[in-house]
């Protein structure tokens, strides 16, 4: 790209110069940057320049001069979120068999928004089982996930250290205490221990819907 190439020789030599302009291009790259109206903010008026060439030249820079792209977030999760997309893309239209699971949660491990995108994602794919399951991994917040997913997570309650639903099981009901208390009619198969932030918030998501009675 000979844009690319007036940059690098731009650039050659200065190694200060070099990241500050990989930083520079790191910040243009945010979803909260509007590029057409940085670009206008420097007097560049006509002008069709996008990110994704952004994020390329960033990448040659990065390579050519041996910099860290791991410290330009922008940057490091856009391609993140591209190779997220590419595995979706290969699991759901394409249907090729492979450990994508494993792939898609080391794409977006580092960054919670991109956490968010891929329960997003994989509920437009219709496999909100597997949406629940990665929501629960991340211990993401119930009220900001899709409500299919909080109805997922509610259905099946499991202990993220075993995958196990919690329910209380007792051996010996006499093993209990006999002071005066009122009893549900509920069977002990029914009871739930709630011991974390996580599924404290999918009992209060429940119990609070007009619909239910508590």
Same mark, same amino acid.
């Given at each position: 790209?000979?844009?690319?190439? $007036?940059?690098?020789? %731009? &650039?050659?030599?200065?190694?200060?110069?070099?990241?500050?302009?990989?930083?520079?291009?790191?910040? &243009?790259? @945010?979803?909260?940057?509007?590029?057409?109206? *940085?670009?206008?903010?420097?007097? $560049?008026?006509?002008?069709?320049?996008?990110?994704?060439?952004?994020?390329?030249?960033?990448?040659?820079?990065?390579?050519?001069?041996?910099?860290?792209?791991?410290?330009?977030?922008? &940057?490091?999760?856009?391609?993140?979120?591209?190779?997220?997309?590419?595995?979706?893309?290969?699991?759901?239209? /394409?249907?090729?068999?492979?450990?994508?699971?494993?792939?898609?949660?080391?794409? $977006?491990?580092?960054?919670?928004?991109?956490? %968010?995108?891929?329960?997003?994602?994989?509920? !437009? !794919?219709?496999?909100?089982?597997?949406?629940? /399951?990665?929501?629960?991994?991340?211990?993401?917040?119930?009220?900001?996930?899709?409500?299919?997913?909080?109805?997922?997570?509610? +259905? !099946?309650?499991?202990?993220?250290?075993?995958?196990?639903? +919690?329910?209380?099981?007792?051996? @010996?009901?006499? @093993?209990?205490? *006999?002071?005066?208390?009122?009893?549900?009619?509920?069977?002990?198969?029914? $009871?739930?221990?709630?011991?974390?932030?996580?599924?404290?918030?999918?009992?209060? *998501?429940?119990?609070? /819907?007009?619909?239910?009675?508590?």
């Amino acid at each position: 790209m000979f844009v690319c190439d $007036v940059f690098l020789r %731009y &650039l050659d030599g200065n190694k200060d110069v070099q990241k500050s302009f990989l930083q520079m291009v790191d910040d &243009l790259c @945010s979803s909260d940057t509007d590029l057409l109206e *940085a670009c206008r903010s420097v007097g $560049v008026t006509n002008t069709k320049v996008t990110k994704k060439q952004l994020h390329k030249m960033a990448g040659r820079i990065s390579q050519v001069y041996n910099l860290n792209f791991a410290n330009c977030r922008n &940057l490091v999760m856009s391609k993140n979120e591209r190779l997220l997309r590419g595995f979706l893309f290969k699991k759901y239209v /394409q249907k090729k068999p492979g450990n994508w699971n494993e792939l898609m949660e080391g794409c $977006v491990r580092d960054s919670t928004e991109l956490q %968010y995108q891929l329960v997003r994602e994989l509920v !437009h !794919h219709g496999d909100v089982a597997t949406a629940a /399951q990665h929501a629960r991994t991340f211990g993401l917040v119930t009220s900001q996930l899709p409500s299919t997913v909080q109805s997922e997570l509610w +259905r !099946h309650p499991k202990s993220p250290a075993t995958g196990q639903c +919690r329910r209380f099981e007792s051996t @010996s009901r006499s @093993s209990m205490c *006999a002071a005066d208390f009122y009893q549900l009619p509920l069977p002990f198969s029914s $009871v739930f221990f709630i011991d974390n932030v996580c599924d404290f918030q999918l009992c209060m *998501a429940a119990i609070l /819907q007009v619909v239910l009675t508590v």
